[in-house]
């Protein structure tokens, strides 16, 4: 079936530092959503990409969606603790349904 | 309220009991989701609604597991025979159609 994967699972960074998660779809999406969950929180949706080759940014966050549709990053320029937390990407299943299939997502910690 | 509401927040449960979970979505959200999320892993779709109809119930794992939404407004998530594999967060969440998904809090059930 239809799978989503995220590299790498986890990630440490000191406070300052870059930090990129990748999300991997083994088809071709309509769009790609981007979620962060904060430890002991629920998933907050932070973007949709919809178009070919899109570049989006909010803030120190960029997030891409890949030429084939398939794969999408998130980069976050000059960590901060604040963005602690679990990155998910998610994807449409394939076929039409509005459900979403995530992926296993990027833990990152941040060391002051 | 504004957001997507859960109750109970959390439920322990004896194997072989029913658990009843609600959800509250979005005023005006016309679809309705149900996640399943174990520790360490993304949610995992269990059910989709637009409307009062389930659209999609391809993610419920078993027949134990039933979920309405009568007014096309508040869903209610029924599993029957419990088991301790069914331990996990349940997790509701509601948008417009096709778009950014609204999580709330979670059901955290416990099977004992």
């Known amino acids: 079936g239809q799978q989503v994967m995220q590299i790498p699972q986890y990630q440490h960074v000191q406070e300052g530092e870059d930090f990129t998660t990748y999300c991997n779809s083994s088809?071709?999406?309509?769009?790609i959503q981007w979620y962060k969950q904060r430890p002991g929180g629920h998933p907050v949706f932070l973007i949709q990409?919809?178009?070919?080759?899109e570049v989006k940014k909010q803030k120190r966050l960029t997030f891409q969606f890949g030429e084939a549709k398939k794969n999408s990053s998130l980069h976050i320029t000059a960590t901060q603790t604040t963005d602690v937390g679990t990155y998910f990407c998610?994807?449409?299943?394939?076929?039409?349904?509005?459900?979403?299939?995530f992926g296993k997502g990027t833990k990152l910690t941040v060391n002051p | 309220g504004a957001g997507v509401s859960q109750t109970p927040s959390n439920k322990v449960t004896e194997k072989g009991k029913y658990v009843e979970l609600r959800c509250d979505p979005i005023?005006?959200?016309?679809?309705l989701y149900w996640y399943r999320q174990s520790l360490g892993q993304g949610p995992e779709f269990l059910i989709y609604?637009?409307?009062?109809?389930?659209?999609?119930d391809s993610g419920l794992p078993n027949d134990r597991f039933f979920a309405v939404r009568p007014e096309g407004s508040v869903s209610t998530l029924k599993i029957q025979r419990t088991e301790r594999g069914d331990s996990a967060v349940y997790l509701c969440?509601?948008?417009?159609?096709?778009?950014?998904?609204?999580f709330g809090p979670g059901t955290r059930l416990t099977v004992l």
């Open positions: 088809t071709t999406l309509s769009n």
């Open positions: 990409l919809v178009k070919s080759g």
């Open positions: 609604f637009q409307g009062t109809g389930a659209a999609d």
């Open positions: 998610a994807g449409p299943r394939r076929g039409g349904s509005e459900k979403l299939v």
């Open positions: 969440a509601s948008s417009r159609t096709g778009g950014a998904e609204f």
């Open positions: 005023s005006g959200h016309t679809a």
